[in-house]
């Protein structure tokens, strides 16, 4: 999800239990050792302008339905392959959103929210759109908590949520890892009842999400897999799926 030049420091610090990429790759919609235990989930995907033209048809053959498109980042970078990620992903049956690179220490979280808003950000509850995304995670530029204390990084996010919010009727996904979101937020608990949390964990068990959140709705539990991008999974089912792609708040 972040600069090429940082992925392999965002690698290290997300690791839970490493795992092959082939080890992390799993056919079947379910996990578990017994029906008692087993999960359902669905596979799919997250790519931004370092993937290019992706195969879309492709990777709906492997099994991705849902995919994740970098829009933007700050209020001075679009993905220029946004349209081809975007619609390419759409034009092949997957349901698809659009996430936004936060860079805190620039400016506002409503200015940023307006930018990525404006620049593919939007929604609809068509059953085809997730919610717009904020990936809030490690600075790849510089500290890692932006300069910003933690009482001022729970206050910027829900500063770009609010406004996201305002201009779409839809709280965003928020991506992070538990890790950052301790150091930076002190595991803040204020989004718990409105914002679904996306999670970073390169591991063979589900990560646990931040306080006060009953569970994780999207696992990004690879970097590299079956399809183009980051590998991902939603916590459900199909039809739950499409929900969240329907649903105001």
């Given at each position: 999800?972040?600069?090429?030049?940082?992925?392999?420091?965002?690698?290290?610090?997300?690791?839970?239990?490493?795992?092959?990429?082939g080890a992390a790759m799993i056919t079947a919609l379910t996990i578990g050792a017994t029906p008692a235990n087993?999960?359902?989930?669905?596979?799919?995907?997250?790519?931004?302008?370092?993937?290019?033209?992706?195969?879309?048809?492709?990777?709906?053959?492997?099994?991705?339905?849902?995919?994740?498109?970098?829009?933007?980042?700050?209020?001075?970078?679009?993905?220029?392959?946004?349209?081809?990620?975007?619609?390419?992903?759409?034009?092949?049956?997957?349901?698809?959103?659009?996430?936004?690179?936060?860079?805190?220490?620039?400016?506002?979280?409503?200015?940023?929210?307006?930018?990525?808003?404006?620049?593919?950000?939007?929604?609809?509850?068509?059953?085809?759109?997730?919610?717009?995304?904020?990936?809030?995670?490690?600075?790849?530029?510089?500290?890692?908590?932006?300069?910003?204390?933690?009482?001022?990084?729970v206050s910027w996010i829900r500063a770009f949520s609010n406004e996201v919010h305002y201009r779409t009727n839809?709280?965003?996904?928020?991506y992070t890892t538990l890790d950052w979101w301790t150091t930076c937020t002190g595991n803040s608990s204020a989004?718990?009842?409105?914002?679904?949390?996306?999670?970073?964990?390169?591991?063979?068990?589900?990560?646990?999400?931040?306080?006060?959140?009953?569970?994780?709705?999207?696992?990004?539990?690879?970097?590299?897999?079956?399809?183009?991008?980051?590998?991902?999974?939603?916590?459900?089912?199909?039809?739950?799926?499409?929900?969240?792609?329907?649903?105001?708040?």
């Amino acid at each position: 999800m972040i600069p090429v030049q940082a992925r392999a420091r965002r690698v290290r610090r997300i690791l839970g239990i490493a795992v092959t990429a082939g080890a992390a790759m799993i056919t079947a919609l379910t996990i578990g050792a017994t029906p008692a235990n087993a999960a359902t989930y669905v596979q799919g995907m997250d790519v931004s302008g370092y993937q290019g033209n992706v195969a879309w048809s492709t990777a709906y053959a492997n099994g991705a339905r849902f995919a994740y498109v970098k829009a933007t980042e700050g209020t001075s970078y679009t993905n220029p392959y946004f349209a081809q990620q975007y619609n390419g992903s759409y034009n092949v049956g997957m349901i698809r959103g659009a996430y936004h690179f936060a860079t805190p220490n620039n400016s506002s979280g409503t200015t940023q929210a307006d930018y990525f808003v404006n620049h593919g950000g939007g929604w609809s509850g068509d059953g085809k759109t997730l919610p717009p995304a904020l990936d809030i995670e490690y600075n790849p530029y510089g500290a890692t908590c932006y300069g910003l204390s933690q009482s001022a990084m729970v206050s910027w996010i829900r500063a770009f949520s609010n406004e996201v919010h305002y201009r779409t009727n839809k709280y965003p996904m928020i991506y992070t890892t538990l890790d950052w979101w301790t150091t930076c937020t002190g595991n803040s608990s204020a989004f718990a009842a409105t914002n679904p949390f996306w999670i970073a964990k390169y591991s063979s068990t589900p990560p646990t999400p931040p306080s006060g959140t009953a569970t994780w709705t999207m696992w990004q539990y690879a970097s590299s897999g079956t399809f183009p991008g980051d590998q991902d999974y939603f916590n459900g089912a199909y039809t739950q799926l499409q929900a969240l792609a329907t649903n105001h708040d």
